[in-house]
C-alpha cells in the first residue's frame, strides 16, 4: 500500500476497542485513515468516542430490516460509500452473512475474547472459569463464514486466577485486546499482514500459527 489504507470500524456497544485503535492511531502508531465508524445500534457511546475524534459516524440500524439479507446489503452499501481497504470489527454484535463476509473476504478483521478455538460464541469468560482452564485470552482473526472460526492472527494469554469472577477475567482480557488489535491493524496497514481467503501470509510467509503477544515482553513482537 503506497499511502496510508482507509478503515471502516463497526461497532455496536461502548467501544473500548475502537477508543485504544483511535489512541494509538493518535500517538502515531497505527498509520491508516478512520473513513468512518458504523454502528447496528443507535446511540452507542462507541459513535461519540468516533465523533469525538472527528470521524464520520452512520447507524444502520438492524431493527429497521425484514431479513438479514436486507440488513447485510445495506450495511455494505453504507461501507462501500467510504471505500475502505480494510473493515474492523471491534464490539460488532451481528452475524454477518455469506454473502457480506465473501464481499470483503480478505479484509476483514475481528477480535474475540477467547483463545480460539476455544470457547467460540458468547460469554466467554464466564465459560472459561467453569471450565477450570488455566489460561484464557483474546485473538484477532480474520473473518470467514464459519463463526469465530477464521484464521487466527494474534493471540494474547492472561492467566485464570482461582478468586476471578467473570467480570475481573473480562478486564484482564480486555486490557491484552486494547493492545493485539492495533498492533494487527497496524500490520495489515504496513502489507506486513495479508489474507487471500484461504491462507494468511506474515511478512511473506505462510502463518501456520497465530503469534503470540507474551505477557512477559510487551514490546516484543512490535518491530
Known sequence: MTSAPGVVVLVSGRGSNLQ????AHQRGELPVRFRAVISNRPGAPALERAAAAGIATETVDHRGFEDQGAFDRALMTAIDRHAPDLIVLAGFMRILGDGFIAHYRDRL???HPSLLPEFRGLHTHRRA?????????ATVHFVTA???????VLQARVPVHPEDDAERLA???RARE??????????FAE???????????FDGEPLEQPLV???????????
Request: aromatic fraction near 6%; glycine fraction near 10%; charge should be negative.
Open 109 to 111: 478483521l475481528n477480535i
Open 178 to 187: 486494547h493492545r493485539i488489535y492495533p498492533l494487527a491493524v497496524r500490520w
Open 213 to 223: 503477544d507474551p505477557p512477559e515482553s510487551r514490546d516484543a513482537l512490535v518491530t
Open 146 to 152: 464459519e463463526l469465530d472460526g477464521g484464521p487466527a
Open 20 to 23: 485504544a485503535l483511535l489512541d
Open 171 to 173: 478486564e484482564r482480557v
Open 191 to 201: 502489507g506486513r499482514l495479508r489474507f487471500d481467503g484461504t491462507t494468511v501470509f
Open 129 to 137: 472459569i467453569e471450565a477450570g482452564v488455566r489460561e484464557h485470552g
